[in-house]
């Protein structure tokens, strides 16, 4: 039995996988960067931003970005080598099932689920206060009935507040739909609405620097006030929030069956996407608390904020639907670029997020029909919808803080057996041809999981050190107003989260694995 849990699947199967794939192969170095940055770029920027600054870091949350973008660097050349070596769809999961064995590709697998699953849920979160703003605009008022999650933090406690997200879950489901039609007219659609997010943003810098007060980023870290709020600590911590939008740049690497020539091209999407974005997040990162005291910018639209704050009198125009009888064009242009953004982001997700489940099914770890391709549009349609229903309910259910801890937690982890992978790999098969490798080999390997486990743990320590006044989560559940806190909740989901995916295995991928009942070597 231990054999069987720690089967590999062989190198050469899975390259010859990546020859029989029923997908078609569309995508070129252009399409994958956009893929990548169409990705990354989303609620992490334009809503967990503000939260960073005003509560944990200030208009250190700069720094804060170049810290989390240096650890994804790590990771995202361990990706780029695995992506180039073995180009198959299933990203990370496929890199464990050959390195470290079914167990620990199952695990991968499940944590992906959080990564790219439970990420969409966030962008959704994150999306439904720019929708909501924006049918504000235009005289719409969606009753908070419908736009917001059933759980939410009120006064440091979560409370079942008997509201769904119906929003949100919407957004999810047409997402979804669109996917089922198939990735290249998906792709074209992408394309279009990372333009319009990088162009939304670098106008953002582009005005608001000549905005920027000075005084505003004195004191650039500002002194500690307890906990993580503020100080060095406070730095880190929000670096742990912000690594958030990172997630999504190895998505590229999911799409290496739909990929025309992987081997080259993936490596360029994924640190293409990467550097990318973090230039544009330090340069927002800077205006935006060098526009508004950073205290005032944890609200759901703080870019929206810091435009309101400029208020060049050139974007003032006549506005029927206003309370003031004008409204900041810019600042309306900034919540469609916005909206835009994170739709895109959602839509790389649950593509992520299926291909993951798609090659999962393949290897018989999960039900058939997440394998099961349409005739007519090619995707795995079946799959996609199913995703899209669960998606679409957490969604409905859970607030953004909560979802965006366990995205991170789960990210870090899976990242640092990436990292691990790479290294089990140049030992176990240096014979392997790799078009691309990580540079300062195995230095960059493991201060990539260093990065990570220290990620991992900021907001564990931070949580178990916190005052909490105690756990009642299931009262909270069932309708309760429990006291829990903040910094402990990610940890306990994301235990019990390993737990349930521990028992799925052992009742149905562990029997039913095409691996184990094959060819396992
Ligand atoms: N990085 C993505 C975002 O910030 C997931 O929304």
Redesign the pocket.
């Known amino acids: 039995m231990g054999g069987r849990l720690f089967a590999r699947k062989p190198v050469a199967h899975v390259q010859a996988e990546f020859h029989t794939g029923e997908m078609k192969r569309t995508l070129g170095p252009f399409n994958l960067v956009s893929l990548g940055v169409g990705?990354?770029?989303?609620?992490?920027?334009?809503v967990?931003t503000g939260q960073a600054a005003a509560v944990y870091a200030g208009p250190a949350v700069a720094i804060s970005f170049v810290i989390a973008g240096i650890a994804c660097t790590f990771a995202a050349l361990c990706y780029a080598e695995l992506a180039s070596t073995i180009p198959v769809s299933g990203s990370a999961y496929s890199y464990a099932y050959v390195t470290m064995g079914e167990v620990f590709a199952w695990t991968m697998g499940w944590l992906l689920l959080l990564e790219y699953g439970l990420?969409a849920s966030?962008?959704a979160a994150?999306w439904t206060g720019y929708v909501v703003s924006l049918l504000h605009d235009f005289g719409l008022i969606i009753p908070p009935q419908f736009a917001e999650s059933m759980f939410q933090y009120q006064d440091g406690a979560l409370v079942n507040t008997g509201h769904i997200n119906l929003v949100g879950a919407a957004g999810i489901l047409a997402v979804s739909l669109l996917l089922v039609v198939g990735v290249s007219e998906s792709a074209v659609v992408n394309n279009i609405i990372v333009a319009i997010k990088v162009i939304v943003l670098l106008a953002f810098i582009a005005i608001g620097v000549t905005y920027v007060n000075p005084a505003n980023w004195d004191p650039f870290v500002p002194p500690n006030e307890g906990g993580a709020h503020f100080g060095p600590q406070g730095v880190l911590r929000a670096a742990s929030v912000v690594f958030?939008?990172?997630?999504?740049f190895e998505a590229v690497s999911t799409a290496a069956g739909e990929a025309r020539n992987p081997q080259r091209d993936l490596p360029i999407g994924i640190l293409g996407s990467l550097v990318i974005c973090t230039l544009i997040y330090m340069a927002v990162a800077m205006v935006m608390t060098g526009v508004v005291p950073f205290r005032e910018l944890g609200v759901p639209a703080p870019i929206a904020v810091a435009i309101d704050r400029m208020n060049p009198e050139w974007a003032m125009i006549p506005w029927a639907n206003s309370e003031t009888g004008t409204l900041n064009i810019l600042s309306l242009l900034i919540k469609i670029g916005a909206f835009a953004g994170?739709t895109s982001?959602m839509l790389v997700?649950i593509y992520a997020q299926t291909r993951v489940f798609y090659q999962m099914a393949r290897d018989g770890l999960i039900p058939g029909f997440f394998a099961n391709i349409h005739k007519t549009f090619k995707t795995p349609a079946m799959g996609t919808i199913v995703l899209g229903i669960l998606i679409a309910i957490a969604a409905a259910l859970l607030p953004l803080g909560v979802l965006g801890d366990l995205v991170s937690l789960g990210t870090a982890l899976a990242f640092a057996i990436v990292c691990i992978s790479v290294m089990y790999m140049r030992s176990a098969h240096p014979e392997i041809a790799r078009p691309f490798k990580v540079p300062l080999y195995p230095i960059t390997p493991i201060l990539g999981v260093i990065a990570c486990v220290m990620f991992m743990m900021g907001p564990i320590l931070i949580g178990l050190a916190s005052q909490a006044t105690g756990i009642d989560y299931w009262a909270v559940i069932f309708g309760g107003t429990g006291t829990v806190t903040r910094e402990y909740l990610p940890t306990i989901l994301l235990v019990s989260y390993v737990v349930i995916g521990a028992l799925v295995y052992a009742f149905y991928g562990f029997r039913n694995s095409k691996l184990t009942h094959t060819d396992a070597k």
């Open positions: 990705a990354i770029i989303g609620a992490g920027i334009f967990m990420a966030t962008v994150g958030f939008a990172y997630v999504g994170l982001v997700l």
